[in-house]
C-alpha cells in the first residue's frame, strides 16, 4: 500500500504543534535526532520535515501530497494547492505598521511611501485592491526593524500579541489578511492518497470537535431537572442517572468550550451543585 506524504516545518512556529495534532490523531512515529523523514508505524503515512515557505512548492509538485503551513505562506506562495482544514493554532494576521509617533490618516498615507515585508505577494495585491501606488522592499526576517533605520515609512508583517511592535516602537493600523495554521494539498491526489487523507482529516475532526467542546457533569434536585436541561444544550439529551440521596439526580452533558462559564453561572442560579468539567479527547458525530 502507497504511503500518504505529509510535509511539516523542521523547527519554527508551527513544527511542535504539528507534530501534536499528528500524535493526537493517534499516529505513533519517531520524531528526533535530525531525521528530515519519517514513517508512522501504524498508519500509512510519511513524514517530511521541511522550511515552511518550500511546502507549498512540494505539495504543488506531489512530492509531499499535504503540508501544514500558515495561511499567509499559503496566500503568498500563489500556488496552486488547495487549502483542506483550517487547523485553529498559530492565530496571527498579516498587517500594516507605522512609527507610533506618526498621526494616521488612512490607507492613503501608504501612497508614495516605502514598506518592508517578507510578504511581497499579498502586499502588492492589497495595495492594488486599495489603490495604493507605493514600493515594496523585501525583507526576510526582523521587519520591525526597518523604520527605526531608515529603510522604510512602515512595515508589513506578522502580529499576534503586538509585543514585538510596541517594543520597536511601531503601531498597527491596517490587517491585511488573517491568519491561522492550514492543512494543504495537492490538487489531483490519487485515489489511494485520497482515501488516507480522508481517514485522516475524519481524526483530525474528531480532535477539533473535542476541542471545542467539555463533558459537564452535575448534580440537580429533580424539581429543577427540567429547568437545567433547558440551559444545557447537549450533544443529543442529556444523560440522567439517579442519586442515592433521594429526590437527586446526576446530570451529563456537552457544552462547548466557549459557552461554558455563561452556562456555569445560570447553572448555579438553578439549584446545580457539585458542577464537573472535564476536557474530552475524541468526539466522533
Ligand atoms: N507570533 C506568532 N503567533 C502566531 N503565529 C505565528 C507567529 N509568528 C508566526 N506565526 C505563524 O507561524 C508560521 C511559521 O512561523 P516561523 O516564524 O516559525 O516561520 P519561519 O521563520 O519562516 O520558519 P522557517 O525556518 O521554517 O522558514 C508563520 O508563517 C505564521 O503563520
Ligand atoms: O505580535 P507578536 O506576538 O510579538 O508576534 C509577532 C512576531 O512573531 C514572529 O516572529 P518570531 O517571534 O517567530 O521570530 P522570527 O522573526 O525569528 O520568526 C513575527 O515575525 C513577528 O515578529
Ligand atoms: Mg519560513
Given at each position: 500500500?502507497s504511503?500518504l ?8 512556529r508551527l513544527?511542535?504543534?504539528s507534530v501534536?495534532?499528528?500524535e493526537?490523531?493517534g499516529l505513533?512515529?519517531?520524531?528526533g535526532g535530525?531525521k528530515?523523514i519519517?514513517e508512522c508505524t501504524n ?5 517530511l ?6 511546502i507549498?512548492q512540494y505539495?504543488?509538485q506531489n512530492?509531499?501530497h499535504i ?5 499567509n505562506?499559503?496566500l503568498?506562495?500563489e500556488k ?9 493554532f498559530s492565530v ?9 509617533e ?9 501612497k508614495?511611501?516605502?514598506v ?5 505577494n499579498?502586499?502588492?495585491k492589497y ?5 495604493i501606488e507605493a ?13 527605526g ?9 506578522i502580529?499576534?500579541s503586538?509585543?514585538t ?5 511601531l503601531?498597527e493600523v491596517e490587517t ?6 492550514v492543512?494543504?494539498a ?8 485520497q482515501?488516507i487523507l480522508n481517514?485522516?482529516l475524519f ?5 477539533q470537535?473535542?476541542k471545542?467542546?467539555k463533558?459537564i ?12 436541561i433547558q440551559i444545557?444544550?447537549g450533544?443529543?439529551?442529556p444523560?440522567?442517572l ?10 451529563h452533558?456537552?457544552?462547548s468550550?466557549?459557552?461554558f ?5 445560570e447553572?448555579k442560579?438553578a ?5 464537573l468539567?472535564?476536557p ?6
Amino acid at each position: 500500500m502507497s504511503k500518504l506524504k505529509i510535509a511539516i516545518q523542521k523547527s519554527g512556529r508551527l513544527s511542535q504543534k504539528s507534530v501534536a495534532l499528528l500524535e493526537e490523531c493517534g499516529l505513533k512515529f519517531p520524531n528526533g535526532g535530525g531525521k528530515l523523514i519519517t514513517e508512522c508505524t501504524n498508519f500509512p503515512v510519511e513524514i517530511l520535515f521541511l522550511r515552511d515557505d518550500d511546502i507549498p512548492q512540494y505539495v504543488e509538485q506531489n512530492v509531499a501530497h499535504i503540508g501544514i503551513i500558515g495561511e499567509n505562506v499559503f496566500l503568498e506562495s500563489e500556488k496552486a494547492i488547495t487549502i483542506v482544514e483550517k487547523l485553529n493554532f498559530s492565530v496571527c494576521r498579516l498587517s500594516l505598521a507605522v512609527p507610533k509617533e506618526i498621526d494616521y490618516p488612512g490607507i492613503n498615507f501608504f501612497k508614495g511611501k516605502k514598506v518592508a515585508t517578507s510578504y511581497p505577494n499579498i502586499l502588492q495585491k492589497y495595495f492594488k485592491e486599495n489603490r495604493i501606488e507605493a514600493t515594496v522592499e523585501v525583507i526576510s526576517g526582523s521587519v520591525e526593524i526597518a523604520p527605526g533605520i531608515g529603510l522604510a515609512d512602515g512595515i508589513c508583517d506578522i502580529v499576534s500579541s503586538g509585543s514585538t511592535l510596541l517594543s520597536n516602537g511601531l503601531k498597527e493600523v491596517e490587517t491585511v489578511v488573517k491568519s491561522q495554521a492550514v492543512m494543504v494539498a495537492n490538487q489531483t491526489l490519487g485515489e489511494e492518497a485520497q482515501q488516507i487523507l480522508n481517514k485522516l482529516l475524519f481524526r483530525i475532526r474528531s480532535v477539533q470537535k473535542a476541542k471545542e467542546n467539555k463533558y459537564i457533569l452535575l448534580n440537580s434536585p429533580n424539581s429543577q431537572l427540567e429547568k437545567i436541561i433547558q440551559i444545557l444544550p447537549g450533544m443529543n439529551s442529556p444523560t440522567i442517572l439517579p442519586l442515592a440521596k433521594d429526590g437527586w439526580s446526576s446530570l451529563h452533558s456537552v457544552i462547548s468550550e466557549d459557552k461554558f462559564w455563561y452556562v456555569i453561572d445560570e447553572l448555579k442560579k438553578a439549584g446545580a451543585e457539585g458542577i464537573l468539567v472535564v476536557p474530552i479527547e475524541k468526539m466522533i458525530l
